[in-house]
């Protein structure tokens, strides 16, 4: 349901994700650890999910368009990667810009509710900065991506 009136202040630790011109705001918690690419990771047979080269490894990596779909290619101003929610150590999302906020108050104003589907993993944004951001959970950001699929 879309959030239609002013929301109160929140406060405590976030961590600011950017992805081209999109910015988000998730709680630091559903946020893992950062850890940077040493290269590129590559398309694989499953559109929108990528592999390092020459890695045995199971773990994949996604990276998101400003419209929170997935892109085919990692782009070369992605460099940095964290996993989004919990239990998800398998799945990397490729990041411009990860910045963590500590103890910080963000308040919250909600999307026009014509912009707001039901499907759609944000319902408000704050600014941060001066710039916008748009709040988010991990759950609803990693369903929404991978539900919507590769951008065309």
């Known amino acids: 349901m879309p959030i239609t009136q002013p929301q109160a202040p929140l406060r405590g630790n976030f961590v600011l994700l950017r992805a081209d011109t999109l910015r988000l705001l998730l709680p630091q918690e559903e946020v893992g650890a950062a850890e940077y690419l040493d290269s ?5 047979a499953e559109p929108g999910l990528l592999r390092l ?3 045995g490894q199971e773990r994949c990596f996604a990276a998101l368009s400003a419209q929170m ?3 085919p290619q ?4 992605r460099f940095v990667v964290a996993t989004l929610g919990h239990g998800s150590e398998k799945l990397g999302w490729c990041w411009d810009e990860l910045q963590v906020l500590i103890d910080v108050v963000v308040q919250p104003h909600p999307l026009p509710t014509v912009l707001v589907a039901p499907h759609t993993p944000v319902d408000c944004y704050a600014l941060h900065d001066g710039e916008l951001a748009f709040l988010c959970s991990a759950d609803r950001l990693t369903e929404f991506a991978l539900a919507t699929g590769v951008e065309s």
């Not at 590129?40 to 694989?44: F, H, I, L, M």
């Open 53 to 55: 080269t020459g890695e």
């Open 74 to 77: 990692c782009p070369d101003e």
């Open 40 to 44: 590129r990771p590559q398309a694989t």
């Open 69 to 71: 779909t997935l892109l």
